[in-house]
């Protein structure tokens, strides 16, 4: 109400994307196109700027795309005139960007699962992306919330079944602190290997046969990559979500 709707979602969507988790409006009272485009940031975390997050990641998108066009032109990929070789795919492609969907995915399936665990205020496919969302936001380096799960109060499901009150906030303490861990700090340790073994690589001198990493060609592969490996992952949590609550609130208005 104070900020207005237009300034609210270029804050929503400028704190998601710089991993600054800041807001000056809740992200849980988004339409689904915000709701889409928030939990998308999270799930990517290549936009450059903020706390280095995003330059980071696009690093290590690089080096797929520069690893996957060697392989189609057969070549030994190069990037930054050193070799890439198994140690830095296993390191970019697993600790790096496989660690984050399952920081997110697995426990967010499990809170699904049981009810007892869930804190849901509004059920249905908005209350799927308030638990996507809470997981999302601690494995990206991020702070802000679909505010409106209960992640620190008894869900009624729990209380109405005659569980422990405390069982909610005990799981989303518990289960967030994973994801916090496990999404943030064993890519810095990833990326920190990753640097040091590029350090020592000797230098490649360029060649005729040298992928060029200033061409559009490569950034149009580049964004194939960041589409394939990153954002196929999360399409389907994304599909139940907020894209799902687009068709229900348009077949309301309809």
Not at 18 to 43: E, K, Y
Not at 215 to 225: D, E
Request: net charge neutral; hydrophobic share 50%; with cysteine.
């Amino acid at each position: 109400v104070r900020f207005g709707w237009a300034q609210s979602a270029l804050y929503a969507v400028t704190t998601t994307a710089t991993m600054c988790g800041a807001v000056i409006a809740m992200h849980d009272s988004l339409m689904p196109n915000g709701g889409f485009v928030t939990l998308s940031n999270l799930f990517l975390q290549i936009v450059f700027g903020g706390q280095g997050t995003g330059t980071a990641y696009l690093f290590a998108y690089l080096i797929l795309a520069v690893f996957v066009t060697g392989l189609m032109v057969g070549r030994t990929p190069e990037f930054l005139g050193r070799k890439i070789e198994k140690r830095e795919v296993v390191l970019a492609s697993f600790l790096i960007l496989l660690v984050h969907p399952i920081a997110i995915l697995i426990p967010g399936a499990i809170a699904l699962a049981f009810p007892d665990f869930q804190g849901i205020s509004n059920p249905g496919f908005h209350g799927l992306s308030q638990v996507i969302y809470e997981y999302a936001s601690a494995a990206a380096n991020n702070g802000s919330g679909f505010e409106g799960l209960r992640d620190s109060q008894p869900a009624p499901l729990a209380i109405a079944s005659g569980a422990k009150p405390t069982m909610t906030a005990l799981w989303w303490n518990l289960s967030a602190s994973f994801s916090l861990l496990a999404g943030r700090y064993i890519p810095i340790a990833a990326l920190l290997l990753l640097a040091d073994g590029m350090s020592r690589k000797q230098p490649v001198p360029a060649s005729t046969g040298t992928l060029r990493t200033d061409t559009g060609l490569f950034t149009g592969v580049t964004a194939g990559v960041i589409l394939i490996l990153g954002a196929l992952t999360f399409l389907p949590i994304l599909a139940l979500g907020p894209i799902a609550e687009a068709f229900q609130i348009t077949r309301m208005i309809g």
